[in-house]
C-alpha cells in the first residue's frame, strides 16, 4: 500500500482515539449514567398544590395504563389532575373516563381548541391544562400521555424542587427496550442524548447548557411566567429543551436552576414496533436539532462517521491494509467506544455484547438524520399524529453535537 494513504488511515484512525478520550475524560462523564434520582426524599416545610397536565393526542391504547398512575401518587400535599384531549378521533377521552374510575373528582377532562397559527399541538395542549390549572399550585407536573409514574413520582420531584430550590426538575423516562430494534437502537438513543446534553452539565446552574426530557417535566409556576410562559417557546419542535433553555437562562439568582436525571421508576408504555417506529420519532426532530442547516447537517455526518464508523472499518481492514498503528488504534478507539456503553446498557437491562454494536446504531441514526433533512426539505418535516408543523428553527434552542436526537 502506498506509504501516503497509510498515513492518512493512521490519522483517521489516531483523530478518532483523540475524540473518544476526549469524550469519556472531557464530556462531563456523560457515559456513566450517574444522574439518577437517589431515592432520598428530603421533607420540605410545606408540600406545595400540584397541578398534574397530560396532552393526550389519540392515546386510547395507552391512557388506561397511564393515567391511574398519575391518581394514585402517593403525594402529601393538595394535587390535581388535568387531562387535554387534543382533538383525539380514538375514543381517548372516554377511555380516561374508564380509567379514572372512583378518582374523578381529582381528574379534570378538556377539550383543546382549534389549533392556532404559530403553535404546535402538544404546547397548545399544555397551554390549556397550564389555564385551567388552580391558581394556588405553586407547579406544574408535565406528564405525556403514555407515560406510567411510579407512586412516589410525584413526592421526589417536589422534593427535588424545594429543598434544591430547583425551577425546573425532569427525568428521561426509561424507554420500552424489549423487541430486536429497542434493543439494538433505544439504550444508544438515551446514550446519544446524554451525550449532547451531559447531565452533570445541565445541573450546574453557573453552565448554560440546559435540556429536559418532555415525558416528565415539574416546573415552578412562577419561573415559567417569568420568562413568558409557553407562549414564548410555542412553535418548538424540540419542546422539551427548549422550554429548559428559557428557564434556565431567565433564572433568578437564588435558583438552583434546572436539573435532569435519567429515571428509576416512570417508564413509557408505549411500544415501538419495529424499526419504523423508531425511525420516524427520530426523523421528526433531528434536523431540527440541527437548525435546518445543510452545512451543521454535513459536518454532524462526518463527525458521526468519524467517531463511530471509522474505527470498526479501520479494524476490520486490517488484512488489506498491513498498518501495525492504524489496526492498533482504531481497535482501541472501538473498545473505548464499546466500554462506554455499558452503564447504559445495564440501565436498561440489556447484554453487553450489544455494545460492540453501536456502530452499527450510530449508522441507522445518520440514516434517520438524513431523512429528516430530506422529509424538511420536501415539505412534510416535523410530521407527527395527522399534523405537520412548519420549521421554527429560532424557538428550538438547543445546542448541536455530532450525535443524532
Known amino acids: 500500500m502506498p506509504l501516503p494513504l497509510i498515513v492518512l488511515l493512521s490519522s483517521l484512525a489516531g483523530l478518532s482515539l483523540l475524540i473518544w478520550i476526549y469524550l469519556l475524560v472531557f464530556r462531563g462523564g456523560f457515559w456513566r449514567c450517574a444522574q439518577r434520582p437517589d431515592g432520598a426524599i428530603r421533607e420540605p416545610a410545606v408540600w406545595p ?17 397511564s393515567l391511574p398512575t398519575l391518581l394514585a401518587q402517593d403525594y402529601p400535599g393538595p394535587f390535581s389532575v388535568i387531562l387535554v384531549d387534543d382533538h383525539s378521533s380514538d375514543g381517548t377521552a372516554e377511555a380516561a373516563l374508564r380509567a379514572a374510575d372512583g378518582e374523578n373528582e381529582r381528574l379534570s377532562l378538556l ?3 382549534d389549533l392556532p397559527a404559530g403553535w404546535t399541538g402538544k404546547l397548545w395542549a399544555l397551554e390549556q391544562g397550564l389555564r385551567a390549572a388552580p391558581e394556588d399550585c405553586r407547579y406544574l407536573w408535565f406528564s405525556d400521555a403514555d407515560i406510567a409514574q ?43 442524548f446524554q451525550k449532547l446534553y451531559p447531565f452533570a ?60 436525571g435519567l429515571a428509576t421508576e416512570a417508564r ?8 419504523s417506529a423508531i425511525w420516524t420519532m427520530v426523523a421528526r426532530t433531528a434536523y431540527t436539532q ?32 498491513h498498518s501495525a ?17 455499558l452503564p447504559t446498557l445495564r440501565l436498561y437491562r440489556q447484554p453487553p455484547w450489544l455494545a460492540p454494536l453501536l456502530p452499527l446504531a450510530a449508522a441507522f441514526y445518520s440514516a434517520m438524520t438524513c431523512d429528516s433533512a430530506w422529509r424538511h426539505w420536501r415539505g412534510v418535516g416535523g410530521h407527527w399524529k395527522g399534523r405537520t408543523h412548519a420549521a421554527t428553527a429560532p424557538q428550538d434552542q438547543s445546542p448541536v453535537t455530532s450525535s443524532g436526537r
Open 268 to 275: 413509557s408504555i408505549r411500544p415501538y414496533q419495529g424499526l
Open 150 to 192: 411510579g407512586p412516589g413520582g410525584l413526592r421526589w420531584l417536589v422534593s427535588k424542587a424545594e429543598t434544591e430550590a430547583r425551577d425546573l426538575v425532569s427525568l428521561m423516562v426509561a424507554l420500552r427496550c424489549e423487541a430486536f430494534w429497542e434493543r439494538l437502537l433505544i439504550p444508544p438513543f438515551i446514550y446519544f
Open 290 to 321: 440541527l437548525r435546518y442547516n445543510p452545512l451543521l447537517l454535513a459536518g454532524t455526518l462526518l463527525g458521526m462517521a468519524l467517531t463511530y464508523l471509522a474505527p470498526p472499518l479501520l479494524l476490520l481492514s486490517a488484512p488489506w491494509h
Open 201 to 260: 452539565w445541565v445541573n450546574d446552574p453557573k453552565r448554560r447548557d440546559a435540556a429536559a426530557a418532555g415525558g416528565c417535566i415539574l416546573v415552578r409556576r412562577d419561573a415559567l411566567q417569568a420568562v413568558g410562559g409557553l407562549n414564548a417557546i410555542r412553535g418548538a419542535l424540540i419542546d422539551d429543551c427548549s422550554l429548559a433553555a428559557s428557564i434556565k437562562a431567565g433564572r433568578r439568582p437564588a435558583s438552583g436552576g434546572i436539573w435532569l
Open 49 to 65: 398544590a400540584v397541578a398534574v397536565i397530560v396532552p393526550a393526542r389519540n392515546e386510547a391504547a395507552v391512557i388506561g395504563e
Open 111 to 113: 377539550q383543546a381548541p
Open 325 to 341: 498503528p492504524t489496526t492498533l488504534m482504531a481497535g482501541l478507539a472501538w473498545l473505548l467506544m464499546a466500554l462506554s456503553l
